[in-house]
Every structure is written in C-alpha cells, then in structure tokens.
C-alpha cells in the first residue's frame, strides 16, 4: 500500500501548489468536495445545488466527510486542505492533485476510498457480516452477473452479454439484487458501468469466489491500462 501511495505522490514529479492560488478558486464548487483538517477536526465546504443535490452528489459528499471523521479518529495527522473529485471518472482538466475514487495506471492524481464504503443505513463491515453468514444451498456452476444496464449508451458490454448461453448467466434488473446471493454462483462477473468501475465489486470480493473483472482504458486519452482502486492490489 506504501508503494501504491507513492506512486501516485510521485505522478505529480515534487511539482509545489499554492492552496491559496490553486485550491481556493474551487472551494465553492459543487462539483467537487473541499476539506479543511485542523486542529484534526474536519471543516467542508459542501455547496449545495439543485441539481447535483437530485442526482445524489450531496450524499456522496455527506458519506465521504463521514469517512474522513471517522479516520482521523484512528489517527492524527497534520492541519492539510485538499480538494475530492466526486464523479465516477477521474480529474483531468486542471493540472492539480485531486482526490478521485478511481484511476487509470499511469494517469497522474491521487485516489481515495470512495463514497460507497460508508452509508447511513449500512456499512462495510455490517455487509461484510453479511455475506460471511449467508450460506448457499447449491452453488451453480455458472459465470454469473446480476445489475442494472448502465452501459446501453456507452460500450453495451452488460447488454451484449446477457445475450450469451451458458455457462454464462448474465441477468439485466432494474433494481440490484441483494450481493450475497452472488455467492449462488461459482464464477462471478464484475462488467464496467457508467465508468470502467463498479461499487459491487469490493462485495464481490467478499463471496470468495472467482471473480472475472473486465475493465476498458481509452487510449487516446493516454489512458495505458485499467482503472484502478486503492482496494486492486
């Protein structure tokens, strides 16, 4: 994890930033998340907005501040600022370190856990408990993948997959089904969404079964390779 973290300091070559001249100018954002720690106490600045507020980004921003209190519990660290990308995809219109949930292998920036290891109803671990306790009568010997379409305007992976025979299972649903019942199927599918990462997969991990995971790179992007989580090591 050392080694994963220092790459991604050293993508940035020890080029210095002004908080003052590079940060600030996005503190009233609402496209990202601005974080204050001093004193080891958190101070964010979540403008609210109509829309981003609709598609869900203030509940994500509300998840991540919560994370970060509940991190810096565990351990001190010094009085920083830094700024959070809240999309699926990564920051790359200013040439500053942001905080991403996700990236591609050698793009420049800087990852961090993202929204969904926290929610207010659940948690992690809570999940982790879980699926640990689920015990499935008959595991079917199948390459199996159950979640929305959220690619029919993009690569279509999910929907051209359903349409495969067996030993593949591909089921399109409206609404997700309950992760652990992936723990039915022997072999598990993780297919990108909207971007090429998914929410379900750190779940999947939890079934201990064999996970499949397909993932895309744009190259003409300078994109050379999957995108990665601080969790793919």
């Known amino acids: ?13 020890g080029k210095k930033y002004s908080i003052k001249n590079d940060l600030q100018p996005f503190i009233n954002n609402p496209l990202y998340l601005y974080i204050k720690i001093i004193d080891n106490k958190v101070i964010a600045n979540n403008p609210d907005n109509q829309f981003y507020n609709r598609s869900g980004f203030i509940d994500r921003k509300n998840r991540i501040i919560k994370m970060i209190i509940n991190s810096i519990k565990l351990i001190k660290i010094k009085n920083t600022e830094f700024l959070i990308n809240i999309y699926d995809s990564y920051q790359w ?12 292998i050698n793009i420049k920036g800087l990852i961090i856990p993202h929204f969904d290891f926290i929610k207010f109803n659940t948690d992690f671990n809570k999940m982790k408990k879980i699926i640990y ?9 199948n390459i199996y ?13 999910r929907f051209l997959l359903s349409k495969l025979k067996k030993p593949f299972n591909i089921i399109l649903s409206k609404k997700n089904v ?10 598990l599918l993780d297919l990108p969404g909207t971007k090429p990462w998914t929410e379900i997969f750190k779940y999947m991990c939890l079934c201990e079964r064999v996970i ?5 790179y744009n190259s003409k992007f300078d994109e050379k390779g999957y995108w990665q989580e601080f969790y793919n090591i």
């Open 1 to 13: 994890m050392n080694t994963f973290i220092k790459n991604q300091i050293d993508s940035y070559n």
């Open 93 to 104: 219109t200013h040439d500053i370190p942001f905080f991403n949930f996700n990236l591609p």
């Open 133 to 141: 306790n689920f015990t499935p009568k008959i595991i079917n010997n």
């Open 145 to 157: 993948y159950n979640g929305m379409n959220k690619t029919e305007n993009i690569s279509n992976i």
């Open 178 to 187: 309950p992760v652990y019942t992936f723990k039915n199927h022997k072999y």
């Open 212 to 216: 499949i995971k397909i993932s895309f």
